[in-house]
């Protein structure tokens, strides 16, 4: 049987809505350069590239930034499958399996979140390649687990169960997914030990993962059914109605907590989803007394502890600390630090409202 080559599949389909008024629907969070001088997008397509080989690496994305995906990481249209409609990441690794595994039977695959920051990029390189064999020999659904480092609740989790044996060390059987916990729960947790970060990063063979999606999400199974044919079935037409009739799911809720195959690699490497104003001034080292700046002019701030990013106007704070102060050409954001995951409300809200033109 012929060895699979290992392909890195980018998810840069999300909206990101967490990082608005910075993240829009035409420029989503994963093409904000919000750490070290580069986009997400950029930073995630060159983790992949530790792994992967130039043809091996696909993004999956919406139509409106097809063009843009292709302009940041050279990739050629064939591998930068397009998604007609948002349906959640269930269908869109399905999507991207079923093409692999046209071109690749044995190929296995490594599923990446577009607008994750790990910057030990060789650490996160040698786990992909460590859950690979496994997922290779084995046939196992495989997920990074990261070791908390904090309480947190921001964060689904994974309960680890019993090691899967001398010929994988250090990967361990999957006992349960655990939604994001409460405060008390989280610190129940942490307490008990056990517990891993849910990274939202998947290893496994395009044929294993088709074989449980079948298995464990049947009407995602059905929809996709035409396009299995052969490679001509797949025109535009037969694509959008695969989407319009699949269920939207998160790939976790579908499959990965229904399987009975699922284990975990636990990494101790740093890594942030970067999810919300918080979360990057965490990243950025924000602190009392210590205010980061993103761009524009900080003209004043007597107290520190506040991440600026700044557009046209320059900025003055006074007598305030623990702001996100998120200025862009025509939406000003002002909001508590520890407030920020909140904002995706104000995105709801103002959608409901009709205006798209500051969504």
């Not at 695959?109 to 040698?126: C, G, M, N, S, W």
């Not at 916990?181 to 947790?189: E, G, K, Q």
């Amino acid at each position: 049987m012929a060895r699979g080559r290992l392909h890195a599949v980018i998810l840069a389909g999300g909206a990101g809505e967490r990082f608005w008024p910075a993240s829009r629907q035409k420029r989503p969070k994963p093409f904000l350069r919000v750490v070290d001088g580069r986009s997400l997008l950029e930073a995630t397509h060159s983790r992949a590239r530790r792994f992967a080989s130039r043809d091996s690496v696909w993004v999956v994305c919406g139509t409106e930034h097809a063009r843009a995906v292709r302009r940041v990481t050279g990739l050629p249209a064939a591998r930068v499958l397009v998604e007609p409609r948002r349906r959640n990441t269930a269908m869109a690794v399905a999507f991207a399996a079923q093409h692999i595994a046209a071109h690749d039977p044995e190929g296995v695959v490594a599923i990446l979140p577009a607008d994750h920051r790990i910057p030990d990029t060789k650490a996160f390189a040698d786990a992909i390649r460590r859950a690979a064999r496994a997922a290779r020999a084995e046939g196992a659904l495989v997920t990074l687990g990261v070791t908390p480092t904090r309480i947190e609740t921001g964060y689904g989790y994974i309960q680890v169960g019993e090691a899967v044996g001398r010929a994988h060390p250090g990967l361990r059987r999957v006992r349960r997914f655990v939604e994001k916990p409460s405060p008390a729960r989280a610190r129940r947790y942490a307490k008990q030990g056990g517990f891993l970060w849910n990274a939202g990063i998947f290893v496994f063979r395009a044929r294993s993962i088709l074989a449980e999606v079948e298995r464990c999400a049947p009407e995602l199974h059905r929809a996709l059914g035409p396009l299995r044919d052969s490679p001509r079935a797949r025109t535009g037409q037969a694509v959008e109605r695969a989407y319009r009739r699949a269920p939207s799911l998160p790939i976790d809720v579908a499959v990965m907590e229904r399987s009975r195959t699922v284990w975990t690699l636990p990494v101790s490497f740093h890594w942030s989803d970067v999810g919300t104003w918080l979360s990057l001034a965490e990243e950025l080292g924000v602190s009392p007394g210590g205010t980061k700046v993103l761009g524009g002019d900080l003209l004043f701030d007597d107290r520190g502890g506040n991440l600026v990013w700044g557009d046209r106007r320059a900025v003055a704070l006074l007598g305030v600390e623990g702001l996100a102060v998120i200025d862009t050409p025509d939406v000003l954001l002002v909001t508590k630090l520890e407030r920020s995951p909140a904002v995706r409300t104000v995105v709801v809200e103002l959608k409901k409202r009709g205006r798209t033109d500051v969504t």
